[in-house]
């Protein structure tokens, strides 16, 4: 049984960081792409970050310069380091895993994703 355990959300004022992970059990995460997504009170989810590490990496636009999507092989664990956040970060993050790379990059899709963390909130006061 696969699952993905995300950690280090929590309360933050603008401006400070956070480091969010995630651990999978029963699958390894350097297989198939990784990603972290997003949704925030009343919005659809959203595609923070994708990675595999021979294809381009994702950001969205509105995170890139200040987040960084990276992995760690040998604990098996994809993390995000986000740094000077908005109150517009305020969500519920998710860690997903198990799509397949493409040349171009990592899909967005979220349906495309097979595993799925329960999800971290993160709250962003101004």
């Not at 049984?1 to 480091?19: D, F, I, M």
């Not at 297989?31 to 294809?55: H, I, L, S």
């Amino acid at each position: 049984q696969v699952q993905l355990v995300e950690s280090g959300g929590g309360s933050v004022q603008a401006g400070g960081s956070l480091k969010l992970s995630c651990a999978a059990f029963g699958y390894t995460l350097y297989w198939n792409c990784v990603g972290w997504f997003r949704q925030a009170p009343g919005k659809e989810r959203e595609a923070v970050a994708t990675f595999y590490p021979t294809v381009p990496t994702y950001y969205a636009d509105s995170v890139k310069g200040r987040f960084t999507i990276s992995q760690d092989n040998a604990k098996n664990t994809v993390s995000l380091q986000m740094s000077n956040l908005k109150p517009e970060d305020t969500a519920i993050y998710y860690c997903a895993a198990g799509e397949a790379p493409w040349v171009g990059g990592c899909t967005r899709v979220q349906s495309r994703y097979n595993y799925w963390g329960q999800g971290t909130q993160v709250t962003v006061s101004s």
